[in-house]
């Protein structure tokens, strides 16, 4: 009996097993020649300054749009691309896109905010990176403090010496370091305080625990009050992310959370839709926020 079902369970296993190698090695090599096709796009969310109501910055968050498979999730192509290297050539592209796009809304709205990019571990490890990012700026003409690059704690724990050395460079010109996922990865404090990072991007998960019933709201409570104090000590801004209710909105605030992302807020938008954001005016602020300051 035991037996019987044991073996149905590993068959089971390997055929789904074998089911997402096979889907893998298809994106493995379908993704080669999305950014060529033009299949790649780059949509950019909104993050509110929440004393204020302003549109202080925007995610870059790259799409894959396959002629067959449709809209890929990045939850599924950015790890392969990133097995794979092809990540490399990818987030350069992404970089020069948001710096591009970033430069544009300035010249045409006035815009001063910040464009944000996702990094991944091993595009930042490419011993070009910064030489590349140096670049990228002078050729969109984006001054180097309205862009700000994402980097997750197990990004910034690879390699101490080469890491400081990228990071104080970036520094130097003006480009602003942001830990995503922050209080997910494993990692020390101690990063936070050697490192020149400007920012601390709150998970979504401990946002989405606040108002759940899976878990108790007490943790995510006084993790985030944690964080937010030794933000405030280290002279850090903070970011809380996936903000999808007035409930979640109020509570972040009220921690002392100074920028605030989600869909309660918006989606991820396509360049076209953030220019009309920034065209109603106030250089993009968010109206039903900053009415309820004023
Ligand atoms: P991330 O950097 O933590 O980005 C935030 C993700 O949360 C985005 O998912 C965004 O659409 C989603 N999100 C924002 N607000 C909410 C909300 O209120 N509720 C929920 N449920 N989700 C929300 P997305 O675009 O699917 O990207 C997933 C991840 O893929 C990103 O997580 C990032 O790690 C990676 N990624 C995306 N674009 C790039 C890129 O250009 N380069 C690299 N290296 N990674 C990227
Ligand atoms: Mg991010
Ligand atoms: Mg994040
Ligand atoms: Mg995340």
């Not at 571990?121 to 001054?143: C, D, I, N």
């Not at 625990?209 to 002279?235: K, W």
Request: proline content about 5%; glycine content about 8%; overall charge neutral.
């Amino acid at each position: 009996q035991i037996k019987h079902s044991g073996k149905n369970g590993v068959r089971r296993f390997d055929a789904a097993l074998d089911a997402e190698l096979e889907r893998n090695a298809v994106l493995t090599r379908e993704l080669q020649s999305a950014l060529s096709k033009e299949q790649l796009s780059v949509v950019y969310q909104p993050i509110y300054h929440l004393e204020s109501g302003e549109l202080s910055k925007v995610e870059a968050l790259l799409r894959w749009t396959h002629p067959q498979f449709g809209a890929v999730s990045p939850g599924v192509f950015i790890p392969i691309a990133e097995a794979s290297g092809q990540i490399v050539p990818i987030g350069r592209w992404v970089i020069q896109q948001a710096c591009n796009q970033g430069r544009r809304w300035r010249e045409d709205y006035g815009w001063t905010g910040t464009v944000t990019v996702n990094v991944s571990p091993m595009q930042f490890a490419q011993p070009g990176f910064l030489s590349e990012v140096r670049q990228t700026l002078l050729l969109s003409k984006l001054p180097a403090h309205c862009l700000e690059l994402e980097l997750t704690e197990n990004a910034l724990m690879q390699n101490p010496a080469s890491v400081q050395r990228v990071l104080g460079s970036l520094r130097q010109l003006g480009v602003e370091i942001t830990v995503d996922d922050f209080g997910t990865g494993y990692s020390s404090l101690a990063y936070l305080r050697d490192l020149p990072i400007g920012c601390v991007k709150i998970d979504r998960s401990f946002i989405d625990d606040l108002t759940s019933l899976r878990r108790a709201p007490q943790y995510a409570v006084a993790l985030i009050t944690a964080i937010v104090s030794i933000a405030r000590t280290l002279n850090l801004r903070v970011v809380a992310e996936g903000i999808e209710t007035h409930a979640q909105l109020e509570a972040v605030r009220n921690f002392g959370c100074d920028f605030g992302q989600g869909y309660f807020f918006s989606r991820p938008l396509d360049p076209d839709r953030v220019s009309e954001l920034l065209d109603r005016g106030q250089p993009g602020a968010l109206p039903h926020l900053s009415k309820r300051l004023n």
